[in-house]
C-alpha cells in the first residue's frame, strides 16, 4: 500500500529568519512565530514611547527659543501698522484740508493750533474722524447732516470698526485706535501758520536736547511766532506705541516716550 503522504520532500526544520529572530527566538514554528511578534510589537511601543519623549523634548527648546523671536516679529508688525495708518491719516487731513480750505474740526483753541486724542483731555480724536469719514455719533453732533464734509466724501476708507474699546480700529464712541488700542493723537495747525505746536512735543521738557537751541530731539524747530517747539507744516499725529503710554516730562527719545510712533519722524 502507497502511504498519502509519500512522495512528498519531508519539512524543513525550523530555521532563523534573521537577526531579529536570534534575539527573539523567531522561528518558523508556529510558536516561536507567535512569541516572536510579541516580542516585535514590545519593542515597537518602547521605541514609540522613547521617540514620542524625545520630540516633545525637542519641541519645547524650540519653542522656547523662537518665542521671543515671534513677539520681537509680531511687535515689528505692529509698528508698521501704526506708521501705515498715521501716514493715511495725515493723507486723509491734507485732502480735505485741499477741499474745503480748512480742518476737520469746529473746535477753536486758545493758543491756535489743537490737539487731539490724549486720553484725560476733552479733545478725543473722534470728531476729526467722523468729518473725514462723513460720519456721524449719535449725541455727538459732529457732522450734523453732513455739516462738516458736504460733499459727503470719505477721505480715511482704511479703518475698520474696533471690537470695543481697547481694540484697534474706530470704536464705539468714533476714536481711532492703534493697533495697541490707544487713540491716536493728531495735531493741526488751526491757525494757519504753517507752524504746528503738539501739546506734547511742543514742550521744552520733551523736545529740547541741550545741544541745539533752534531744533529738538524729534527735528521740531523753535520759531519766534509760536512757543517753544513746532513742526515747519499742518498736521502732526502720533500714536504712544507698544507701550500705550507717554510722559509731558521726560525727554522725547526716553522712557515712556522712547517707542512713540511719529508721523514727522521716520
Not at 32 to 57: A, D, M
Not at 139 to 165: I, M
Not at 252 to 264: P, T, Y
Request: aromatic fraction near 8%.
Amino acid at each position: 500500500m502507497i502511504r498519502a503522504d509519500q512522495g512528498r520532500r519531508p519539512l524543513p526544520a525550523a530555521q532563523e529568519t534573521g537577526p531579529l529572530a536570534r534575539v527573539f527566538g523567531l522561528r518558523r514554528g508556529p510558536c516561536r512565530t507567535l512569541r516572536g511578534l510579541r516580542g516585535i510589537r514590545s519593542l515597537r511601543r518602547g521605541f514609540t514611547l522613547i521617540e514620542l519623549l524625545v520630540v516633545i523634548g525637542i519641541i519645547a527648546v524650540l519653542a522656547g527659543m523662537l518665542l521671543p523671536a515671534v513677539n520681537k516679529m509680531k511687535a515689528s508688525a505692529k509698528k508698521k501698522v501704526a506708521a501705515k495708518e498715521i501716514a493715511e491719516l495725515v493723507a486723509a487731513i491734507h485732502a480735505y484740508e485741499a477741499a474745503y480750505s480748512r480742518f476737520p474740526t469746529s473746535h477753536k483753541f486758545d493758543g491756535g493750533d489743537g490737539t487731539f486724542g490724549l486720553e484725560g483731555t476733552p479733545y478725543p480724536n473722534a470728531e476729526i474722524i467722523a468729518v473725514l469719514r462723513d460720519t456721524d455719533i449719535p449725541g455727538k453732533n459732529y457732522n450734523v447732516d453732513h455739516a462738516r464734509n458736504p460733499q459727503k466724501q470719505n477721505f480715511l476708507v482704511g479703518p475698520k470698526p474696533a471690537r470695543d474699546t481697547q481694540s484697534p480700529g474706530i470704536d464705539v464712541n468714533g476714536e481711532y485706535r492703534d493697533p495697541w488700542g490707544k487713540p491716536y493723537v493728531i495735531t493741526m495747525d488751526l491757525n494757519f501758520t504753517q507752524r504746528t505746536r503738539d501739546a506734547v512735543y511742543g514742550l521744552a521738557a520733551v523736545e529740547d536736547n541741550g545741544r541745539n537751541e533752534n531744533a529738538g530731539y524729534t527735528g521740531l524747530v523753535k520759531d519766534a511766532k509760536e512757543k517753544d517747539y513746532v513742526l515747519v507744516g499742518d498736521v502732526m499725529v502720533w500714536s504712544l506705541g507698544p507701550d500705550g503710554v507717554y510722559s509731558a516730562g521726560e525727554k522725547a527719545l526716553l522712557g515712556a516716550n522712547a517707542d512713540n510712533i511719529l508721523s514727522w519722524k521716520p
